[in-house]
């Protein structure tokens, strides 16, 4: 069976005439038998029941028709992705960020999609949550990594991976000994923050207004490092997301838990529109299967633990 042959008996099934399915696919009537009468008999059975006047299937050539139908589908589709990897052989691609995407594994899916895609040239911008999602809705850039999700018939987040919140004190603080606090144990404390346009600081504010009291902050700063040497410095403390603050804290820092938790998630912004130019249409396919590697590898890491310790009992 070849796939010209499902391409025949597709046509001859749409007009149910030899003639006119011959002029359509551009060959000649007698090909086109030809060809459909040596399908039938790899097939052994009849596909089509021909008469002077008219061809119509059989209750075979009915299931048959069926399959091919879908079987063209996806070959089409499989086409038409293979084109527009093809397609894009230059192009540019602006990409908003917050500054903490280093702490996650979010390089790495740039990286991949620039080796795969070397044509497109790729600029980064980074910014805080609210600064994102109003460039990204004026079309100043084409997607953003945010940590702020909120309904909108412009703007659709995808999840990219989850987080917490954690408490960072210097190592002397009265909370530095606890393996976990409850939030409203921080009712009294000065906060180190990032600035109000960020994800972070909304989410935290909102904890801690469910909590009965607003957080009393003395420093908005938008780059890690510094919040934490004010943090070493005693002159407060800070709550940041556990990746974060696990990649970034020093010997004399202390990670504590927050309860209850605050959780934090990574999204990709994207404006919600039909004419989505080819290399960010790119980028989002590239992204939804960089999703879906990184899912099977965590569950290979998860299986493999699982095993060893099985093993070692």
């Not at 934090?264 to 989002?284: E, G």
Request: hydrophobic content about 40%; aromatic content about 6%; overall charge positive.
């Amino acid at each position: 069976m070849e796939m010209h042959q499902l391409e025949y008996v597709l046509a001859v099934a749409k007009h149910h005439n030899f003639t006119r399915a011959a002029e359509e696919i551009k060959i000649s009537q007698s090909s086109l038998s030809q060809q459909i009468n040596k399908l039938e008999s790899e097939l052994g059975a009849s596909l089509f029941v021909r008469t002077t006047r008219s061809v119509q299937l059989t209750p075979a050539g009915a299931e048959f028709v069926a399959h091919a139908r879908r079987i063209m589908s996806e070959v089409n589709e499989a086409r038409r992705s293979v084109q527009e990897y093809v397609s894009i052989v230059k192009g540019e691609l602006t990409l908003g960020t917050i500054a903490v995407i280093g702490s996650y594994n979010l390089p790495n899916l740039i990286k991949s999609f620039q080796d795969s895609f070397p044509g497109i040239k790729m600029h980064l911008v980074e910014e805080q949550c609210e600064v994102l999602l109003s460039m990204l809705n004026s079309s100043k850039i084409d997607a953003a990594f945010v940590q702020i999700s909120r309904p909108s018939p412009i703007i659709q987040f995808c999840p990219m991976l989850t987080d917490r919140m954690v408490v960072v004190t210097s190592h002397n603080h009265p909370l530095a000994n606890r393996i976990s606090v409850h939030i409203n144990e921080l009712k009294n404390e000065k906060f180190i923050l990032t600035p109000p346009t960020s994800g972070h600081y909304q989410d935290f504010h909102n904890a801690c207004a469910l909590a009965g009291f607003e957080p009393t902050v003395i420093l908005n700063c938008s780059i890690v490092k510094t919040m934490l040497g004010f943090v070493r410095e005693d002159i407060g403390i800070t709550v940041l997301s556990s990746k974060v603050a696990m990649a970034e804290k020093g010997p004399d820092m202390k990670v504590i838990e927050l309860t209850p938790t605050i959780p934090r998630t990574v999204y990709m912004a994207t404006r919600n529109t039909s004419d989505t130019p080819p290399a960010i249409k790119m980028f989002l396919k590239y992204t939804r299967q960089w999703l879906k590697t990184q899912e099977s590898l965590e569950k290979a890491k998860v299986t493999a633990v699982h095993s060893r310790l099985i093993n070692s009992k």
